[in-house]
Each structure stands twice: as structure tokens, then as C-alpha cells.
């Protein structure tokens, strides 16, 4: 019973880790971008996913004009970004750009039959039925809708995060050899 309690327990928290390095993670999209425009958006239940309010407005203000960058991605889907500022909090992406990038965005237009293919780095979800929306980081254009753009910050962090896990978890283990396992066999 207690195997499979432990078990449990590390699965739980490493779905919790792995889910918060799948939305804080930047990732790459290549798309073409059809439109953008700015909305005034109420908070509601969805308000963890937004970046934090107090980044170049005025706080305590329910609501906000959001940047928004709507897209189609190759095989035709849509895809619709959040163009928001994330300040100095949380991911630490230090974005202080949105009009720049909304600009770049809007320049970077293209039809269906012009296309212009960028990349957008971003980071967070997309959901449609809790509105929730990706952040787009930063748009560069490519040559064409199969370019393969290598995420060498995620690799670089995962890598780091590895072996920092790999250490402590070494050290855990010869701690736990000289130290604990001792006192549990009674020597």
C-alpha cells in the first residue's frame, strides 16, 4: 500500500513541475500573422494567466487594454497571442517591449496569398474555453512555414535543471547510506 502512496506522491508532484515547465518554458511558433488588435479585458477566474497588472498601468484597475496578435499556423489552424508586458515578475522574461512588438507584428501582416512567415517566441497555453492565451515574446520573420527553430534557452534550462536534480539527489543518497541506513539497522 504504501508503494504505490509514494508512487502516487512522485507523480503528482513531478505532473505539477513538468506542467509549470511546459507554460514558463519559451517555445517557438512558426505562423502567419493575419491581424492585431488591442482589447479592453475583465479579469475574472482566468486571472492567474495574465501578467501582473502593475507593469506600466495604474494598479488596483479591474480591467486593461491588451495587445492581441492573431495568427494561422501552417496546417491552418488559428492561433491567437497575448502581447503583454511581464515586467520584472514571473516568468522572468523581462519584457518591457509590447508596443514595440505590436508594431513589428502589425508590419509583418501578411494574406494568404502573400504569405509572411514569422516565428513568434512565447510562452503559456492556449485554451478557448477559459480564455486563456500564450504570450508572445518577440516576432522575427523566417524563410518559409517549415523552418525547425532549436529551443537552445529550454534545452539550456532543462539541462541545467537535470543535473542540479542529479546532484542533490547523489548527495541525498550517500547521506542517506552513511547517516540514516545506519541508524535504521540498529549499528
Known amino acids: 500500500m504504501w ?8 507523480l503528482v508532484i513531478l505532473a505539477i513541475v513538468g506542467s509549470f515547465l511546459h507554460y514558463t518554458l519559451p517555445r517557438n511558433d512558426v505562423v502567419r ?3 492585431t488588435e488591442v482589447r479592453r479585458i475583465d479579469y475574472g477566474e482566468n486571472s492567474i494567466f495574465w501578467a501582473d ?14 495587445h492581441f496578435i492573431n495568427a494561422k499556423k501552417p496546417s491552418g489552424k488559428d492561433m491567437v497571442y497575448r502581447n503583454e508586458d511581464t515586467g520584472w515578475g514571473w516568468p522572468p522574461y523581462f519584457k518591457f517591449n509590447t508596443s514595440n512588438l505590436h508594431t513589428r507584428a502589425t508590419d ?10 514569422v516565428a513568434i517566441k512565447r510562452y503559456g497555453w492556449r485554451n ?4 486563456i492565451y500564450p504570450n508572445a515574446i518577440s516576432v522575427k520573420p523566417v524563410e518559409g512555414p517549415d523552418v525547425r527553430i532549436i529551443p537552445w534557452v529550454s534545452i539550456s534550462i532543462l539541462v541545467v535543471l537535470g543535473c542540479l536534480w542529479l546532484a542533490i539527489w547523489s548527495r ?6 552513511n547517516r540514516i541506513d545506519p541508524l535504521l539497522d540498529g549499528e
Open 33 to 35: 500573422i493575419v491581424d
Open 53 to 66: 497588472s502593475n507593469t506600466g498601468d495604474a494598479t488596483g484597475i479591474p480591467s486593461r487594454d491588451v
Open 3 to 10: 508503494y504505490y502512496i509514494k508512487w502516487t506522491f512522485w
Open 108 to 117: 509583418l501582416r501578411s494574406t494568404q496569398e502573400t504569405p509572411k512567415w
Open 172 to 177: 541525498w543518497r550517500k547521506f542517506r547510506a
Open 128 to 131: 478557448q474555453y477559459f480564455s
